[in-house]
């Protein structure tokens, strides 16, 4: 298994935990299209079957508003992006950036990672990406807890609409010179698949999720009126 140097910012996904549809609140950035026709790439690869990961960004100091400047100088671009808590669309929905047919420069082409594309580079071309918008007035925090909810929520979402899409994982596991975040990956792969964070007691982490559990049978004669 591929492992960090400080924490393990990724996880698989289980084919046989894969949802068959996961509604997600999500809204066009307004005028993007003139932003993403010069700061995409046209896919090299098959748009749905071709998908393999999503990527998260973590911004440190970066706004939605700072993103979008890089995006409009040609530097970067992503799919999507989780407004931080210090802007008027968190907590309601994720801003749509580029469309998901083409492929945004989230990442160096030079880069590779073991559990995509065979370890091959241009991962831009199999991955999804998604950017955690930070609060420009508090770099380096970490992200609200609706941001990883919404994170979670999305990561269902393409989960369910790309067949081939098998792995989360942060930049930081795939550009060794991107600090590591804080976000709380415990908590996201438990919100995403229902498995407990590390940080359980034991006991507790044991217990099967209540999102998990089957819908009960009738209850034994026993049982009754408890």
């Given amino acids: 298994m591929y492992m ?3 924490s393990i910012s990724q996880f698989s996904l289980p084919a046989a935990q894969r949802p068959l549809s996961a509604p997600l609140a999500v809204e066009p950035y307004p005028g993007i299209r003139t932003i993403w026709e ?3 790439l046209r896919s090299a690869g098959d748009p749905v ?15 939605t508003d700072q993103a979008l400047s890089l995006m409009q100088a040609g530097r970067a671009s992503w799919h999507w992006i989780v407004p931080a808590a210090a802007e008027d669309q968190h ?16 990442l160096p082409a030079r880069l590779t990672h073991p559990a995509i594309a065979a370890g091959r580079p241009r991962l831009n071309h199999v991955t999804l990406s998604v ?19 919404a994170l979670a929520q999305l990561i269902r979402h ?13 930049r930081s596991e795939i550009d060794r010179n991107t600090p590591v975040s804080q976000l709380d990956w415990a908590r996201l792969r438990h ?6 964070p590390t940080d359980l ?23 009754r009126g408890m």
Avoid at 49 to 63: D, N, P, S, W
């Fill in 158 to 170: 393409v989960w369910a609409r790309y067949p081939s899409l098998h792995h989360v994982v942060c």
């Fill in 191 to 196: 919100m995403v698949l229902g498995l407990p």
């Fill in 49 to 63: 079957f071709g998908v393999e990961a999503l990527v998260v960004h973590c911004a440190r100091k970066a706004g």
């Fill in 91 to 106: 907590g309601r929905f994720i801003w749509a950036i580029a469309p998901e047919g083409r492929a945004a420069r989230h």
């Fill in 131 to 149: 950017l955690l918008a930070a609060d420009p007035q508090a770099p380096g925090g970490a992200p609200s807890p609706w941001q990883v909810a």
């Fill in 38 to 40: 010069r700061s995409t």
């Fill in 201 to 223: 007691p034991p006991l507790v982490a044991k217990a099967t999720p209540l999102a998990l559990l089957d819908r009960p049978e009738p209850a034994e004669p026993a049982l």
């Fill in 4 to 6: 960090s140097r400080v």
